[in-house]
């Protein structure tokens, strides 16, 4: 079946240090997958996304890249701040189907 | 612009009673789709509704059930309320033909207890 495998958190990172969250995933075809993040007090809000192989998706600095040949769709950002202290989720759709990951809590630091 | 709300905020039930959630699609979509959220996971795809007609569901049993209406406002309900419905439910509206790659603008959800 598909499925969304999410780096285990928390993590807490000191501003500025460089981030990455993995997720790879399991699909029987070619899915759009996404990240989507959750603020403190806030709902879900889509981060970025990417609907074919080699696709970049990339938003507020943060980039992930859709990679066919790992089935992976790691977070990445160069430089972190305060701000970016959030709920990160990994999903993907594919056959009028969404699956989410269970979430990695971040926690940034000055 | 409005964003999705949802309504109730919270809601208290027991065993076996039936509840039903409200969802008030962003502006202008034409799809929304319900998740299940519990504490600690990630959102568990229930169903998607577009121009009123069911058009996918997730792994949940025939007591989850919804409608969407012609102003694309949404309902789910739920029968036979078992202690494990006890969860966030989140509401997510999109503008696109029913499809799964649209960006969903998520509502608030609902904090359903069941004693």
């Known amino acids: 079946g598909n499925s969304v495998t999410q780096m285990e958190g928390p993590v807490t990172l000191s501003e500025e240090a460089f981030l990455t969250i993995n997720c790879t995933y399991t699909a029987t075809g070619y899915p759009s997958l996404f990240w989507y993040v959750q603020y403190p007090g806030e709902g879900l809000q889509l981060l970025l996304k990417a609907t074919k192989a080699d696709d970049k998706g990339s938003n507020k600095g943060f980039e992930a890249t859709y990679r066919k040949e790992t089935t992976s769709f790691h977070l990445e950002k160069g430089s972190v701040q305060v701000s970016d202290s959030a709920v990160y989720f990994c999903?993907?759709?594919?056959?009028?189907?969404?699956?989410f990951g269970t979430g990695t809590s971040l926690t940034v630091i000055p | 612009e409005t964003g999705v709300t949802q309504s109730p905020t919270h809601l208290i039930k027991t065993r076996g009673q039936q509840v039903t959630l409200r969802c008030s699609s962003q502006?202008?979509?034409?799809?929304v789709s319900w998740y299940q959220q519990a504490l600690g996971q990630g959102p568990q795809f229930i169903f998607q509704y577009y121009r009123e007609e069911e058009n996918g569901r997730g792994n949940f049993p025939p007591r989850f059930s919804g409608l969407q209406f012609p102003n694309y406002s949404s309902e789910l309900n739920v029968n036979a309320l078992e202690l494990d419905d006890s969860a966030l439910y989140l509401c997510a509206s999109s503008l696109g033909a029913g499809g799964y790659a649209d960006e969903q603008f998520f509502g608030p959800g609902t904090r359903l207890t069941v004693l």
């Open positions: 999903a993907l759709s594919y056959g009028n189907q969404f699956y």
């Open positions: 502006s202008g979509h034409n799809t």
